[in-house]
């Protein structure tokens, strides 16, 4: 196993936190946010106040009836979440002093390739990059996950994975979503990384997430037991696969 990274808790430092993970069941709710979900707002140091989280559902279309079940999660855990959606043009008209405004900015899952595209054709990935310099949390889960890094693998183009590669590139490394729970994920990376297509991906298992300041990788860790991060690299003309130390976040109740 690697050593366990050292977690600075600098607020001013720039934070991402990747993750394939953040939801859990709820007895009435479609889901309530789980572990990953309130790290994130943890990390941005909030406290004493309501903390402000706004949903990008890009990669899903913007799908109302996803955003509502956003909306009841978020007064579930008591957060004041608010919606920038791009479709079918943006909602607000100050996107960037919106998101400055921001605690965390969380992305969802969906169509990566899509997310990428609107987000350029508005301008959102340089928007992004000042919010996330700023200070702000971005963080996500799967689409929204891989978006913040160079590339990784995606059913975005269709049933069959395939690489993606024109990511927002502001950590400097591959991403590997869904590791554990479908199976074509892992040998896949391992053939991209082998034949350079990726360089060298970090990946998390379902309910794993991956902490960055700056653009250096701090720490795993996973709001579900038994579940690992791993750093693939390239070794010659094979893949070679590390696994991490992961921390268990401690079980947090749906209100804060």
């Not at 608010?82 to 909602?91: D, E, G, K």
């Not at 250096?216 to 690299?233: F, M, W």
């Amino acid at each position: 196993m690697a050593t366990p990274y050292c977690l600075d808790m600098a607020t001013d430092a720039p934070t991402i936190l990747a993750t394939s993970g953040g939801y859990r069941d709820h007895d009435r709710l479609r889901f309530q946010f789980a572990d990953l979900l309130h790290y994130a707002v943890d990390l941005s140091g909030t406290s004493g106040v309501v903390p402000r989280v706004c949903n990008v559902g890009t990669a899903s279309g913007d799908d109302p009836r996803f955003q509502m079940d956003m909306s009841e999660a978020g007064r579930e855990a008591g957060f004041n979440l608010t919606h920038l959606s791009m479709f079918p043009i943006p909602n607000l008209e100050d996107i960037e002093g919106h998101l400055m405004e921001q605690d965390v900015v969380w992305v969802n899952g969906g169509s990566v390739a899509n997310l990428l595209a609107v987000w350029r054709v508005h301008g959102l990935d340089q928007i992004l990059r000042r919010v996330w310099q700023a200070g702000v949390v971005l963080a996500g889960v799967s689409a929204g996950s891989i978006c913040w890094f160079e590339g990784g693998t995606t059913d975005s183009f269709g049933p069959e994975l395939r690489a993606v590669t024109n990511g927002l590139g502001f950590l400097p490394y591959a991403n590997g979503v869904h590791y554990d729970s479908e199976d074509r994920r892992r040998p896949l990376i391992h053939r991209l990384v082998a034949d350079g297509t990726l360089g060298t991906t970090h990946c998390t298992d379902d309910g794993v997430g991956m902490l960055y300041r700056g653009t250096e990788l701090v720490e795993a860790v996973s709001e579900q037991a038994g579940k690992g991060a791993y750093i693939v690299r390239r070794d010659g003309d094979h893949a070679v696969e590390e696994p991490l130390a992961t921390r268990q976040l401690r079980r947090r109740s749906a209100q804060r």
